[in-house]
Each structure stands twice: as structure tokens, then as C-alpha cells.
């Protein structure tokens, strides 16, 4: 059920005749049981993570005057222990950054490559160590890229992003039911495994940890630390005091890597992939390896429909005939700096004519089965293991970033003298001769190169408006299916008009070209499966259950602020009001607090923490006094009564004060 209060009225049911209806000047948005979100015209700032505990991180160092590109970074440092099956600092992140004041946005591509000792053909004739063990880890790029990017646009000291983590490790992170249901469904892998056993083992119980337990992380705490005093030195330099530890381990499973593939590892600042939408807007996504040019070109086919419309079929259909004719060029690309096609296709992709041209191949009664007619060369897995952060800031500031281990678990190799655990991106690249699960051929654009990035479906985006504010800062975590997902909520949103709740909750259908079947969430509009069943589509409700895209969201909207994380996972919100001044005071005392003596109940989330005392007495002379001078109040014989039901964490929220904003986490969905 979505519920949604808007101009919220409150109100204290009595016997007194005189009962007011107070307004309460914030706007709250709330998926229950789906997806938690909130927005209110007096927020400034928003981060939405994946995991139950980051995104309130992320906040406090914003709180502290880091900068969005801050509190990224702290709150991925936090996703790394609290969904560690998912991302971590043995794996790698792309992201796309906004800058207000100067309008540039960038991308940085601190994706995983291939070791210097890595062949095209090491993986025939054995695709599971490409899965899982030593040989599947590629170089680890996560701290490299956080420090890159600190470097350019941190302001806070480095060590000041990687503190709260280091409590959290040593606290226990919270086992959140998603993660309760993951560490079951591998139990037996992790009681194979006797470094993850470690991990995720309860020893009291001999069994997984259930949801409400803390994992704690000493061994991980002791590399923060190192990482903390020696920022990425620790791992990608000759002196670093982390990097001969986890070279030894690394040894002991078999990988290739070497002491040199750290020291070489880079990020590179790109370009974003670009797209205007109904001359209004302007995306900007990760571009290749990455899929923002995937996604901007289904999103421009779709553009130059005028009469797209959320319960007409034909709309649908138009939908997923875009996603075909995107996954099929996808097939063609890979890493640019390695396939020299790949600029001809990323031409295609941008030009109008070309556009235009693909728009008039879908045809409106029907749909084919031909993997030539899309353009693919062939289809590919892609793994689960993913997670992503939106973050947007008071000064207009944005950050959109995915992180990502691959498979979930990734290598399943645990670093025993470090405590991380490792990725296993060399299977995202394609082998010689080796078919997928669906019998396609693989493609030359994406085959194994030493330093090569593989070819990666995530696709952090922003988008502004004509006057360059941020409207919208998305992403999504779940393999093939977050460049369609991501695709859906920005269509349902600035096409369909729908708000953020409606947008990220709604069932979706999602279409990779290979299988060639419609996939859809349980729930989809029957009607409109039906007609693409008539224009020839194969539908199949997703079986799908950890891998599914999970979206984390912020919208603007120029009076209203909404963030949301997806109800697919469990995960997080933190947002804080804006500065208001006086009159909002002023609001409290005439509305909330009527002289009819019956007190408005503030209908905001209970604190979850002891709250301060208030910095007066309430129910004294002084503070009436002081009420009324701030306000300018007319009448001089305002009361505050005792056993008053006024929360003094609601008082806070509306004077502006800015106490801690943690809210609780929604109950998941079964």
C-alpha cells in the first residue's frame, strides 16, 4: 500500500469542542511495506543507499561539511561491510558526478581490469574458474577510485570517511532479513568455505547469522585503519603495509595478479554518455565499459514517441522493443581504449538519423525473434553482486555510483590477513569459443586483454533541467537488468508523471533480447501483457530473486525533495530539512500549539535514540517569553503545558535545529 501525506494534517481527537486541524509544513512520502521514501519542501539534502546503516553515514559527514563527492565515499565504505555479499573494497565502482557552481559532469571509471598475465583463452575448457577461485579475481580497483575521487573533490581529511566504518566493523554490522535470506540460500557454500564460515557463521548457533545479529569485522577493521593513515597507499604502492599481506593470500588461491598490476592500476575520468529528453532534460550516464550509452539510447528511441502513454500496450511494446535494439548493440562493445569498433557503434547510438531510423524498425502490431534484426552478436550473464548509492546536496551537488564484486560472494575468496573479501570480474569478460547459457556466441569486443575493463551493466545517472538543476540521481544494483530498470523509472517518471513511490515501486518487465522472452515482475498489468503476447512477444513471469534490480532514487522537484531506496532490498534514507528561520517558529506556536489548549500530536517517526534535553525549560515564563520575542507573537499568554505531547526530536525538525535524521527501515517484503 502506498500512503501519502501531503500538507499533513494533525490533530488531537478529544471532547473538546474547539478542536483545531493543524498543518504541518512537510511534505512525507511513504511506501509501506515497499519502499520506505520521503520528501518534504524543506529538505536540502538527500543520500539513499542499498544497505540499512550507510546512508545515515553518508548524512553525518555532509552534516560535518564534506562535500557530495565525501559523502559518497563514506557511505560506500559503510555499503562494503554492511551488504558485503554484494560490493566491497576487493571489487571495483563506476560513477557519474555533478558539479552545480560549475555545471561539469564527469564520470570516473574505477572499474576492476585484467591481470598483466591474463589471456584471452584461460578460461576454455574451464568456465567455473572464471566463477570462483583465485584466477576469476580481478585487479581490485575500490580504494584506488574513492581516493581518485576524494582527491579532486574531497574536503573533509580522508580519514574522516573511513572512521565510521571502522566502528561499524567492530559494532558488527546489521543483518538485515535480504542478507538473512542470502546467507541461507548459500549456507552450504559458506560452510564449504572456511573463510567466509568465519564470517558469516555464527559460532554460538553453528548456523547463519538471522536478521537483527551484528556481524563484526576485526580483521577488516585493522585494514581500515591502515587505509585511514595511508589512503590508497595501503594497497597500490611498494610501501604500503596492506598490499604484501594480501599478495601473500592471493598467492595461496592461485591468482595471477601480481605486486605490479597494483602499483599500474589506474582510474580514468571519461566523458558521460549524453541524452536529451523531451528538450527538457539532460542525462548523464557512465559511459563504456559502463551502460550509460545503452540506456541513453533506448531512452532516445522512446523520446520521439509523443503519445507514449503508462496504460496504453502499444506503449509497452515500443518499451521493450527499445530494450532489444539496446541489448543488441551492447553485444558490439567492450572497452574503447581496446576495441576500436566500438566508437563506430557509440556514433550509431547518438545520431538523430540513426535513431530515427531503428524508431521506424519497431513495427506497432508486431515483434521478432531474429537476434540479427537487433543488431547482437551474441548475449551475455552478468552477475548479482551490486549496489548503489545516490547522494544529492544542499549546493545542488550530485553523485550517482555503483559498486560491485560481481556474483554474490564474488570469488568467494576471503583474504584471511586482510579480511577482504575478493571479486570475481574476469567472468564478466567473454571466452573464445565458449557459448552462453542461452547457446549465443561470444563476442570478440568483450574478450580478455591484460588491463581491459570487462563490459559492465551498471549505469549511475544524473539528470537536470534546463536551468542545471539536478531532477533526478538514479542507479541501480542486479545485473543485466539495471540499465532496464533504470530505464523504466526515469520513463515513469518524466513520461508517465508518476511520483518517485509510484515510479520505483511499480512492477517491471525487462527484455535482454537473449532470452528472447519478456520478463515480468508479478503484478504487471495483465492487459498489457496480453497484447504483447498478441504482437508475438513471449512473456514469463521472472523467476528471478537476489539478482533483480534493486534502484536507489532522489527527485527534485523544485518544492519537494523525495528519496527512496527499492523495496527489492532492503536499504536506507537520509535526508536533512532546510534552514528556515523565524517564521517557521512562528508556524509552530500559532498552529500547533492553539490556545484551545488541545495539542496537535505530531504524526513524524519516533526517535530512535534517547533525545537532548531542550536547550529551555519548556513550560516556564522564559520560554514564552523567548517564544514570543523570536516570533513577534501578538499574544504575550501563550502556554506550554505540562505532560505537553509535543516531541521536542519534531520541535527540532521544524525549528531547523538538524538533530540526527534516522529513520527506521522498512519491514522487507517476504
Known sequence: MIKVVEQMELVEKSSHTNCRWCLILVVMCQCWHSTQAYATNSARAAVTSNAAECAEIGMSVLDQ?????????????????????????????????????????????????????????????????????????????????????????????????????????????????????????????????????????????????????????????????????????????????LLPKLMQDLKKVGSILKEEDFYNYRPEWVKPARATLRNSFNLYSMPLPGSGPILSYMLSILDGYKDLSINDPLTWHRIVESFKHGYGL???????????????????????????????????????????????????????????????????????????????????????????????????????????????????????????????????????????????????????????????????HLYFKQSLCEAINAPRIHHQLAPMQVEYEKGFDANVLAQLAARGHKVQESKADFGFAALTAIVNNGNTLSAAFDRRRTGSVAMRPAKSGPILLYLVVRLIVPKSGVWGTLLLPPPVSPLPPPPFPLGTLPAMLLITSIVSVEEAAIGWPAGSRLQWLPVLRLLTVEPPYDDPMPPPVP
Open 330 to 492: 551492447r553485444t558490439k562493445v567492450g572497452d574503447p581504449r581496446f576495441v576500436s569498433s566500438v566508437n563506430n557503434v557509440l556514433q550509431k547510438m547518438t545520431n538523430k538519423n540513426y535513431i530515427a531510423y531503428v524508431r521506424d524498425m519497431i513495427v506497432s502490431n508486431m515483434t521478432f525473434d531474429s537476434y540479427d534484426y537487433y543488431g547482437a552478436d551474441f548475449a551475455g550473464l552478468e552477475g548479482q553482486g551490486t549496489a548503489h548509492i545516490s547522494v544529492l546536496t544542499s549546493n545542488g551537488d550530485a553523485v550517482a555510483v555503483t559498486s560491485t564484486i560481481n556474483y554474490l560472494f564474488g570469488s568467494v575468496i576471503v583474504s584471511p590477513s586482510t579480511g577482504i573479501i575478493l571479486n570475481d570480474e574476469m567472468d564478466d569478460f567473454s571466452t573464445p569459443g565458449v557459448v552462453n547459457a542461452y547457446g549465443l556466441s561470444p563476442s570478440p569486443a568483450n574478450f580478455i586483454v591484460p588491463q581491459k575493463r570487462p563490459l559492465s551493466s551498471m549505469s549511475p545517472t544524473i539528470i537536470t533541467d534546463r536551468g542545471g538543476d539536478v531532477r533526478m540521481v538514479v542507479g541501480g544494483a542486479g545485473g543485466s537488468r539495471i540499465t532496464t530498470a533504470t530505464a523504466l523509472i526515469i520513463i515513469r
Open 65 to 241: 561539511g564534506g562535500s557530495a563527492a565525501d559523502v559518497a565515499i563514506a557511505t560506500l565504505f559503510c555499503e562494503g561491510i554492511s551488504i558485503p555479499q554484494s560490493m566491497g573494497i576487493g571489487g571495483g565502482f563506476v560513477l557519474t558526478i555533478y558539479s552545480k557552481a560549475s555545471g561539469i559532469v564527469e564520470s570516473l571509471d574505477s572499474r576492476e581490469v585484467a591481470p598483466a598475465a591474463a589471456t584471452k583463452n584461460m578460461f576454455i575448457g574451464n568456465g567455473k574458474a572464471a566463477i570462483e577461485g583465485g584466477l576469476s579475481i580481478a585487479v581490485p580497483s575500490e580504494v584506488k577510485g574513492y581516493w581518485e575521487l576524494h582527491q579532486k573533490y574531497g574536503k573533509l581529511p580522508w580519514k574522516t570517511l573511513v572512521e565510521p566504518t571502522i566502528k561499524l566493523c567492530i559494532k558488527g554490522s546489521l543483518v538485515t532479513e535480504y542478507l538473512d535470506k542470502i546467507l541461507t540460500s548459500k549456507k552450504s557454500v559458506l560452510f564449504s568455505n572456511s573463510e567466509l564460515s568465519k564470517i558469516f557463521i555464527n559460532p554460538k548457533t553453528n548456523d547463519t547469522w538471522k536478521a537483527g545479529d551484528r556481524i563484526k569485522r576485526p580483521v577488516l577493521a585493522e585494514s581500515l585503519k591502515a587505509i585511514a593513515v595511508e589512503g590508497a597507499d595501503a594497497l597500490y604502492s611498494k610501501n604500503g603495509s
